[in-house]
């Protein structure tokens, strides 16, 4: 749908420009957005350009030949729900919204750290 209605609104200045549905779903939307999924991030980067606003964070499993259950891939990978919600915490935080120290609790109490190795390097 974003894709069409882009390609529509460039070869038709003159008609009516058509709003994508995702775009009409998110307008006045002012927070954080978080999505993770269990491909790669690239994914879930299709619909950036998209977005009514920049505060998009994408979570994926990117790297490869990991074999175990789907509970421990997601927490290897960062995109268990303990990583969801300190994304979208983090992304509080860049918007002002949530002060450093609040954002270090939070990441004690979910469990993360920060010394772990980026899961596609691992």
Excluded at 7 to 27: F, H, M, S, T
Excluded at 45 to 56: A, F, K
Excluded at 72 to 86: A, M
Excluded at 108 to 113: C, D, I, P
Aim: one cysteine or more; proline letters at 6%; charged letters at 25%.
């Amino acid at each position: 749908d974003a894709s069409d209605a882009t390609r529509y609104n460039r070869l038709n200045p003159e008609a009516d420009q058509r709003i994508p549905w995702v775009e009409q779903c998110l307008e006045g939307h002012e927070g954080p957005l978080v999505a993770a999924t269990d491909y790669v991030r690239t994914y879930a980067e299709q619909i950036r350009p998209y977005l009514p606003q920049s505060n998009y964070t994408v979570l994926g499993t990117d790297g490869f030949g990991r074999s175990d259950t789907r509970q421990n891939l997601r927490r290897f990978f960062e995109v268990d729900s303990s990583n969801v919600v300190y994304a979208a915490l983090h992304a509080l935080h860049r918007q002002g919204d949530l002060s450093v120290d609040d954002l270090v609790k939070a990441r004690k109490k979910l469990g993360l750290n920060p010394d772990k190795s980026n899961p596609m390097k691992s």
